[in-house]
Each structure stands twice: as C-alpha cells, then as structure tokens.
C-alpha cells in the first residue's frame, strides 16, 4: 500500500515556473513506475510525464522541452520542473504509481496559468 502527497501548485503567470513534489509513503518506492497525469475542466486526465524504476522517462508532446519529471528515491519523492508554463497547462496535476498490478494515486494540486 502506498499514499502519495503532492505539494507545489499555484497560480504562476505565463512564462513561469513551478516544481511539484509528490511524497510516498509505504515500501517499495524504487521499484514504482511514478507519473504525472493533469485534468483540466471538462477534460479527460491525460498522462503529462512518466518516469520508470530505471530512471528513462516520456512526455506527453505538449510538455517536451519544458517539463522535466525525476525521482528522489533516497527521499520517496518523484518531481515535476515546469517551466515556460502556458495558460493550456492549467489543470489539477496528479501524482500516480504504478507497482506491478497495484496503482495509487494522490489527491492532486492545481496548477494555474494566468495573468
């Protein structure tokens, strides 16, 4: 069982930057596969970044070259670097884990894109 906690959301205004945190709790950290997924209004959630056990890592080909997902497992963490954020990035971003057939998800932080 794992519980993930995401921090760092807010209101940026474009252009700007942020870095969520997700935080787990439970064993096995190094092992997950950890994603980012955001659902905007009225929008299906959509996968943003994935990193797996090994450390590679894919993007969704609207964040490619401004969003950097990487994992902390010494400290249980998994990050999400936004930069040159855009007004469409607006959503509530989701943490996820994925360990063999088992997946967590954390409650969310929004992320607002506005002048």
């Known amino acids: 069982q794992a519980q993930l906690v995401e921090s760092g959301g807010g209101l940026v205004q474009p252009g700007g930057t942020l870095r969520l945190s997700c935080a787990a709790s439970?064993?096995?950290?190094?092992?997950?596969?950890m994603g980012w997924y955001r659902q905007a209004p009225g929008k299906q959630r959509e996968l943003v970044a994935v990193?797996?056990?090994?450390?590679?890592?894919d993007y969704d080909d609207s964040v490619k070259g401004r969003f950097t997902i990487s994992r902390d497992n010494a400290k249980n963490t998994v990050y999400l670097q936004m930069n040159s954020l855009k007004p469409e990035d607006t959503a509530v971003y989701y943490c996820?884990?994925?360990?063999?057939?088992?997946?967590?998800w954390g409650q969310g932080t929004q992320v607002t894109v506005s002048s």
């Open positions: 439970g064993s096995g950290f190094s092992r997950m596969t």
């Open positions: 996820n884990a994925r360990l063999g057939i088992a997946i967590y």
């Open positions: 990193i797996s056990s090994r450390g590679s890592t």
